[in-house]
């Protein structure tokens, strides 16, 4: 290896890299910067900017990159707002339909006729007669587990015994 001695004002390179066929030149570089060389603040300010192609590309694909990643981001929110719409909508289409599904006068004439009631007697036609005209005593009617407390819901609303 060659070394090459440099004084305090100038730093040289020599060939270091003899081994790996790297050929360095060997002429002084001078650090010394003298005040003629720097541009004054009013030169500064008029003169256009100067700026590296490689740091301007590297700015450009950093914010297309940032772009991209911001629409990727509201699109993946966006269709996460749309997919909680979508299951909202859904549930509550769910929750009308069992809300609309009315008991119908069938339904109740075959829970009638299930319990211990003389069929065509007084006490039928009246408990018949209240299924038919009111959906609210229907319902009610229908939801009643045991047909003990459907007999007694009847016979209090009607005024009739069996």
Do not use: Y
């Not at 440099?6 to 066929?21: H, I, K, L, P, R």
């Not at 979508?86 to 809300?99: A, G, H, Y």
């Not at 009610?140 to 209090?156: M, Q, T, Y």
Request: a negative charge.
């Amino acid at each position: 290896m060659q070394t090459e001695e440099a004084s305090d004002d100038e730093t040289t390179v020599g060939e270091t890299a003899q081994d790996s066929g790297i050929r360095i030149p060997s002429e002084p570089i001078s650090l010394l910067a003298s005040d003629d060389e720097f541009p004054t603040r009013e030169e500064a300010h008029r003169s256009p900017p100067r700026a590296n192609k490689s740091i301007l590309c590297v700015q450009s694909t950093s914010t297309k990159r940032t772009n991209r990643r911001r629409v990727n981001f509201e699109t993946q929110i966006q269709s996460g707002f749309q997919r909680v719409e979508e299951s909202r909508t859904n549930l509550l289409d769910v929750l009308r339909s069992r809300n609309h599904q009315k008991s119908t006068f069938g339904d109740a004439l075959a829970l009638l006729e299930t319990l211990d009631v003389v069929p065509m007697g007084s006490f039928w036609w009246a408990a018949s007669g209240l299924l038919t005209k009111d959906e609210e005593i229907r319902d009610g009617f229908i939801k009643l587990r045991s047909k003990e407390n459907k007999i007694r819901f009847l016979e209090r609303l009607s005024g009739v015994d069996r």
